[in-house]
């Protein structure tokens, strides 16, 4: 029985405390908000699986593979497209009601999917059903535990990450800071991160702002590999509103189609598959045509799909378009990109296994390889469920280092002599400046000397320092690390590829076509015992 330290309790944390505990671990769940928060709460379109007679793994595998435009790692896909199915079916055990009709389960297409593969619940509220059901799943178990006096299962709420601890190499526990204001130790035999992506590191996202890449920046700073994390994949459609809520590519697969702000069908024009094409070249063509149009939104037209499907199937977008005061069964909605998905973050192998012993990664926190350069629609959730599930199963053989973390693969050019991440300059970070700097430099479109200037920028800044910071500026600092990280590897990539692009090489480089490994200096981290954890209680896991 291992003593296992969850956080982050979307579907990568959930799915992992519960299988978890099931295998015997005594497990201690944390997560920064409430139990519910989190981004898997609001993803629409659904979870991609190959489970329909018309489907099969390899047509999944191939769909996954191109839209990673050359940068995945096949086993990784083989792995996602394979298992996706058992970890569907263990979701439905779970109690999540996947949408159906008189002939089963109900699918819908997404773009870059050669099969309509994709599984949907209340319509495109498939998030918030897949949440709702694993919360009450953790929550019983937790209850259960309780009501016969054990701790198989504890959770923490409103309690955020501050680092973590290693002790020479390993990772053995955590800093924490809880509801009440004070700092906690946490020794676990093994962490696993399911903290989510960092879409708050850019002005317009359709994530929640708790979305502050806290797993990426505390596994950093500690000293573990990351990989990729140049690629952050923008949707290309969310409301054009305050708040920028996601309008699911789930629209454009019922027949939406997007219009110039003069009424015009653009993206036939652009690719053969239009308004279905991959994600960064619908979101770039969008990017594009706004800036033809003096900056305004483009329009997508949902017109003809008629009110009643558009209620019935898309009940979440008809409330937010009647909240900003649209109703988009009769007239076109106004939309833009905005920053949507990690592809980068703490390197795995196939178990969930980062390059430090004792700390796992699952969900967006992770790059495992099964997105390369761009994420195929509807993926992530899977990758979750399929990631959180190998690395419980990995957790008895844990100490093991995966070959892919060997110092010839560790590439040191991108930030590796810890320099940006690592620089303190003389103002404090304010965190909407850093998030406007970041979506000019390191957005949609890039170039070096943007991406040059912004690298200077963020070398004047310096964060709150962390042994007494809040949570507000505890957050902050992660995404003033991340976004040095992110520009530094946007800088050293010197092509364009899946959602990095760079107008002063457009084009992709077959010589550039593998991941770029990052950390830092081993002597900035190999016994890393947080200055704050002296002076902290420790709690029991
Ligand atoms: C969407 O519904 O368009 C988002 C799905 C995804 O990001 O995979």
């Known amino acids: 029985m291992a003593r296992v330290l969850v956080v982050g309790s979307g579907l990568g944390g959930l799915i992992a405390a519960v299988r978890a505990t099931d295998a015997g671990h005594r497990v201690t769940l944390v997560t920064k908000a409430a139990l519910s928060d989190s981004n898997t709460r609001y993803a629409q379109g659904g979870i991609a699986a190959a489970l329909f007679p018309d489907d099969s793994t390899d047509a999944h595998i191939l769909d996954t593979l191109r839209a990673g435009a050359g940068l995945c790692d096949p086993a990784a896909v083989t792995v996602l497209c394979e298992e996706g199915p058992a970890r569907v079916r263990d979701l439905i055990r779970f109690g999540v009601d996947f949408d159906r009709d008189e002939s089963g389960i109900t699918r819908g297409l997404e773009a870059a999917h050669s099969r309509s593969r994709v599984l949907h619940a209340g319509g495109d509220a498939t998030g918030f059903a897949i949440e709702t059901a694993l919360v009450a799943t953790v929550q019983e178990r937790a209850d259960r535990a309780h009501a016969h006096g054990g701790d198989q299962i504890t959770i923490h709420d409103h309690t955020m990450l501050v680092d973590l601890v290693v002790d020479d190499g390993r990772v053995t526990g955590a800093t924490l800071l809880g509801p009440d204001g004070a700092r906690h130790t946490v020794a676990a035999d093994a962490v696993i991160l399911a903290t989510g992506g960092a879409g708050a590191l850019y002005k317009h996202t359709t994530n929640p702002a708790i979305a502050t890449g806290d797993g990426v920046a505390a596994a950093w700073r500690a000293g573990a590999t990351i990989a990729d994390v140049e690629f952050y994949q923008f949707h290309p459609t969310a409301l054009a509103v305050p708040g920028t809520p996601l309008v699911s590519e789930a629209v454009r697969g019922e027949g939406a189609v997007l219009l110039s702000s003069t009424g015009e069908r653009f993206m036939p024009a652009i690719h053969p598959d239009a308004e279905l094409a991959p994600r960064d070249i619908v979101a770039r063509s969008i990017a594009a045509q706004m800036k033809a149009q003096g900056g305004a939104p483009v329009l997508l037209d949902a017109t003809g799909l008629g009110r009643e499907l558009l209620e019935s199937r898309f009940p979440t977008i008809t409330a937010a378009c009647r909240a900003a005061g649209l109703d988009w069964a009769i007239e076109p909605i106004p939309v833009a990109p ?20 004792g700390l796992f990664a699952v969900g967006e926190v992770a790059r495992t390889g099964a997105h390369g350069a761009n994420r195929l629609a509807s993926n992530s959730l899977l990758e979750a469920a399929v990631f959180a599930d190998r690395a419980v199963r990995a957790l008895d053989h844990s100490t093991g280092r995966h070959p892919l973390f060997n110092a ?49 920028t963020l070398a004047d800044w310096q964060a709150a320092d962390r042994a007494n910071a809040t949570v507000n500026e505890l957050e902050t600092g992660n995404l003033l690390d991340l976004g ?20 002063d090489f457009p084009g992709s480089r077959p010589e550039l076509a593998r991941p770029r490994f990052s950390r830092r200096p081993e002597s900035l981290w190999r016994t890393l015992v947080p200055a704050s954890s002296s002076a902290s209680e420790a709690i029991a896991c």
Do not use: F, K
Not at 338 to 357: E, Q
Not at 484 to 503: M, N, Q, T, Y
């Open 408 to 456: 010839d693969t560790t590439d040191s050019t991108v930030a590796g002599d810890g320099t940006h991440s690592d620089a303190a300059g003389d103002s404090l970070v304010d965190r909407a400046t850093l998030q406007n700097l970041l979506w000019e430099a390191a957005g949609v479109h890039r170039s070096g000397t943007g991406l040059t200037a912004a690298a200077a």
């Open 338 to 357: 905005a920053a949507h998905y990690w592809m980068g973050g703490v390197a795995t192998d196939g178990w969930g296994r980062t390059s430090l012993p």
């Open 484 to 503: 040095r990280l992110i520009v530094a590897a946007a800088l050293a990539r010197e092509e364009s590829r899946g959602a990095h692009h760079r107008a």
